[in-house]
């Protein structure tokens, strides 16, 4: 069952990581950008778990998907590219 | 607050395609399944019975290529010592100075880093028996250490200061390499194995690669906590 259902898991995972990369390339707005690539990361990481590839998944998913994202999330914020709408205090 | 919008840049499209086609060419040239370099199975002969590490790569990464390790551990120093050089003149965030996203965020930052230390440290710690080890182990607890500093909850402060991490730092650098001079004061190879095997699957197994591996999940950990709280810090410009 594994080896007719795993190409389609493949599959899904290649069109998703690609429709992700591709909005990482094409998006005008950074953090979509960054969300993306972290998109793309997830799903490599799953594709090394098909694999059998434990150890490097979960490098992939610690670094590429968790840590990266939040490196490229907080230069971001350094470089006052990220935009939020802004909540004052006096809301809560 | 108007969005921070980007051009799109068609050049890494440009780049990647360049690069598919040189990898395709390359590959092109190896058949499937028969790689031109053997010492890959060599291992896979005999690095289970060599080490009595449960986890192969464990064995690769710290037994076979300990000098490997070494170099990567020290290219992340540089990075991160490059980081902290360029953004030195910035206040590093303390806990209780951060952005105040709502009390669930709040109590759930609190929460969080002892669960968070405690599967880093499980990883670490069963590096030799399962998949994971110090790298990916140490980056968890980099989370663990960072993510007090998100919270805005006042009283709460985190075990570890900014100085004591840099101290973690420069020990777990000096233990990993201790550990290797003392390979060579015994006879052998700089890094190489000592203190037995043990049974292969137990906890306390596989000689000095769970010591080493704990070093360099520690050095992981403070390096990248350090670098995070600083790129955290400075003008914000959340508000």
Redesign the interface.
């Known amino acids: 069952m594994d080896s007719v259902v795993m190409p389609w898991i493949a599959g899904l995972l290649i069109l998703v990581m690609l429709g992700a990369a591709l909005v990482a390339?094409?998006s005008?707005?950074?953090l979509v950008?960054v969300a993306a690539t972290s998109v793309v990361s997830l799903g490599l990481t799953l594709i090394f778990v098909l694999l059998r590839a434990?150890?490097v998944?979960?490098?992939e998913g610690?670094?590429g998907a968790?840590?990266g994202s939040?490196?490229l999330a907080?230069?971001l914020?350094?470089l006052?590219?990220?935009?939020?709408?802004?909540r004052s205090?006096s809301d809560? | 607050m108007s969005r921070a919008h980007r051009s799109v840049e068609w050049t890494p499209l440009l780049f990647s395609g360049g690069l598919a086609f040189l990898l395709f060419s390359l590959f092109m040239g190896v058949s499937f399944g028969n790689p031109p370099m053997q010492v890959g199975g060599m291992i896979h002969q005999q690095g289970a019975e060599a080490l009595g590490a449960a986890n192969l790569v464990t064995a690769v990464v710290l037994g076979y290529r300990g000098i490997d390790t070494l170099g990567e551990l020290a290219i992340l120093f540089a990075a991160a010592t490059a980081v902290g050089l360029v953004l030195r003149k910035q206040k590093v965030v303390q806990p209780g100075e951060g952005i105040f996203l709502g009390e669930l965020f709040d109590h759930a930052v609190q929460l969080l880093p002892a669960i968070l230390l405690l599967v880093g440290f499980y990883i670490i710690f069963h590096g030799h028996l399962t998949p994971g080890g110090g790298f990916q182990g140490g980056v968890i607890v980099a989370v663990a250490l960072y993510l007090p500093a998100l919270a805005r909850v006042s009283g709460y402060r985190t075990a570890l200061s900014e100085e004591r991490i840099r101290w973690m730092e420069g020990g777990a650098g000096a233990l990993f390499i201790v550990i290797g001079i003392a390979a060579l004061l015994t006879g052998d190879g700089f890094l190489s194995p000592m203190l037995g095997q043990g049974v292969m699957g137990s906890l306390l197994s596989a000689g000095t690669l769970p010591v080493l591996y704990l070093a360099v999940g520690l050095k992981v950990g403070s390096e990248l906590a350090g670098l995070l709280l600083h790129l955290s810090a400075g003008e914000d410009s959340w508000s």
């Open positions: 390339l094409l005008t707005s950074h950008a434990p150890d998944a979960m490098t610690v670094v968790g840590v939040l490196i907080l230069a914020k350094r006052g590219l990220l935009s939020r709408t802004q205090e809560e």
